[in-house]
């Protein structure tokens, strides 16, 4: 991971902002830096190389590495008792991790104070909000947003320090896999409008109940200064009431701040309510009711019920941030999917919908619904894989996909993985025909996979494709693609 600074930096003004002690070997204080980056092989002259210290992987043992390539200057724990000698330079803190959220934190009270952030959480879909936000608001404001997966305490921080000084607003997303990790995010950035959009299974392994994730995620209003604003989705039993029913451990949500609630189930005490919500070809359309009168007919070229979601959230944001109805209209129809997120592709007459980034539960069930809508009346295949980080739930978490792609109408069902199966399961046991379904193994399969999927596909079919990220489920798509082009 390497970024480029958007403003140079001497050592004596980053170990100031770090909070480190700066050592000096044969460099003078006034050297300046231009990048920043984790991976010692990423180190050169010019560069900060942060030894990271990790659960398996040690920075600091590569600091000798960096050194080698060029790299000088180290922001570290420790200085190496073997390693970088001559011409170097040392910014030493306690924690590296922490460290980082320290520049970020710096700069946000220095020369970006006037910037306005936007962060973005939930269990699933936060990229998805971000890129549509982002959409919407670059059509008023001068805009910030990173692409990839920037989200973590070591990403984000590191992507703040790239953003450049004229910028007006930033979109940034937030994501954890533990309690503290969203607090430490968002007291580093300082966000004024904070969206939390839903509560979901992802990180069951790690946090044990969705009441945890809940709490985890309303982390995020830690950040949030006076008169800051938190979105919420208000058709979430766990954020509708802020969590007040969660026991003793309450989420942290400051006073002074406004919490507003996003609703596509009807409520009327909603701040924003999606509404008519209809599907039309090549996207969604919906009435969105706000604080400020009812906005008629949006569109976001993109199928499916999430998307509407997140288009929602994206048009309460940009209303908050002082857009007009015309340029929320306009940012939401010039809206594009990130790279494997619904990506539509039709090939020979076959249409593939490649979602292949990341899946749970409720983003499985999304797709398999746009699927569904997409199709219309021509043949729908799923391909379904494995989902991660579910804990001890992670059965019975796949077996409900299965029971909603046969309850969904799914003519074919093909599983890859060992868990992937047990989505199999679910179908059959809902009343699929195990004709209907194909299950296969892991990654050793998809090249069988994929010409079993071509020996049986025909014009008009849709197939989806998703999995979690671990499964590559991608490669698995281009073999098909290759084949179809023939």
């Known amino acids: 991971m390497k970024i480029t600074l958007a403003t140079p930096l001497a050592l004596h003004t980053l170990a100031a902002m770090a909070g480190g002690e700066l050592t000096l070997r044969h460099l003078s204080e006034e050297t300046t830096v231009t990048h920043i980056c984790t991976d010692s092989r990423e180190a050169d002259e010019g560069t900060l190389f942060c030894a990271i210290r990790g659960e398996r992987v040690d920075g600091h043992n590569y600091m000798a590495k960096a050194a080698e390539l060029g790299g000088r200057v180290f922001l570290c724990e420790r200085i190496p008792e073997e390693g970088p000698s001559e011409s170097c330079a040392f910014i030493v803190v306690e924690d590296t991790v922490a460290a980082l959220s320290a520049l970020a934190l710096s700069r946000r009270e220095g020369e970006m104070r006037e910037l306005s952030?936007?962060?973005?959480?939930?269990?699933?879909?936060?990229?998805?909000?971000?890129?549509?936000?982002?959409?919407?608001?670059?059509?008023?404001?001068?805009?910030?947003?990173?692409?990839?997966?920037?989200?973590?305490?070591?990403?984000?921080?590191?992507?703040?320090?790239?953003?450049?000084?004229?910028?007006?607003?930033?979109?940034?997303?937030?994501?954890?896999?533990?309690?503290?990790?969203?607090?430490?995010?968002?007291?580093?950035?300082?966000?004024?409008?904070?969206?939390?959009?839903?509560?979901?299974?992802?990180?069951?392994?790690?946090?044990?109940?969705r009441e945890n994730i809940a709490r985890a995620k309303l982390e995020i209003a830690m950040g949030l200064p006076?008169?800051?604003?938190?979105?919420?989705?208000?058709?979430?039993?766990?954020?509708?009431?802020?969590?007040?029913?969660?026991?003793?451990?309450?989420?942290?949500?400051?006073?002074?701040?406004?919490?507003?609630?996003?609703?596509?189930?009807?409520?009327?005490?909603?701040?924003?309510?999606?509404?008519?919500?209809?599907?039309?070809?090549?996207?969604?359309?919906?009435?969105?009711a706000t604080p400020h009168g009812v906005w008629r007919e949006l569109f976001v070229p993109s199928v499916g019920g999430h998307f509407v979601w997140a288009a929602s959230f994206a048009a309460a944001v940009s209303q908050l941030s002082g857009l007009t109805e015309g340029q929320v209209r306009e940012g939401l129809s010039s809206y594009r999917p990130a790279a494997m997120r619904q990506d539509i592709r039709e090939i020979g007459g076959i249409t593939l919908m490649v979602d292949c980034y990341n899946a749970a539960p409720e983003s499985m069930k999304a797709a398999l619904s746009a699927l569904s809508l997409i199709a219309g009346s021509h043949r729908r295949i799923a391909v379904l894989g494995d989902m991660k980080e579910l804990g001890e739930n992670t059965v019975a978490l796949h077996r409900s996909v299965g029971v909603f792609a046969a309850e969904g109408g799914i003519d074919l069902l093909i599983t890859v993985g060992e868990l992937g199966a047990e989505i199999a399961t679910g179908a059959v046991e809902a009343g699929m025909s195990p004709d209907a379904v194909r299950i296969t193994g892991g990654k050793d399969t998809y090249e069988t996979t994929a010409d079993y999927l071509k020996s049986i596909l025909r014009q008009g079919d849709h197939v989806l494709f998703k999995a979690s990220r671990s499964m590559a489920l991608e490669t698995m798509v281009e073999a098909v693609s290759a084949g179809l082009d023939n």
Do not use: W
């Not at 979105?231 to 969660?246: C, H, M, R, V, W």
């Open 226 to 288: 006076e008169g800051g604003t938190l979105l919420i989705n208000g058709d979430e039993p766990l954020l509708a009431k802020l969590g007040q029913d969660f026991g003793e451990d309450l989420p942290v949500i400051p006073e002074g701040i406004h919490v507003l609630r996003v609703s596509l189930a009807g409520d009327a005490n909603a701040d924003y309510r999606a509404m008519n919500i209809t599907s039309r070809e090549g996207g969604m359309v919906f009435d969105l």
């Open 117 to 209: 952030v936007v962060a973005i959480t939930g269990s699933v879909g936060k990229t998805t909000t971000k890129e549509m936000t982002a959409a919407v608001l670059s059509v008023g404001k001068t805009l910030f947003k990173k692409e990839g997966n920037f989200n973590s305490t070591i990403g984000l921080p590191l992507s703040f320090m790239e953003i450049p000084a004229t910028t007006e607003c930033a979109v940034l997303e937030m994501g954890m896999s533990g309690r503290g990790e969203i607090a430490a995010m968002t007291q580093a950035v300082r966000p004024r409008i904070a969206v939390v959009a839903n509560i979901g299974s992802s990180h069951l392994e790690y946090l044990g109940t």
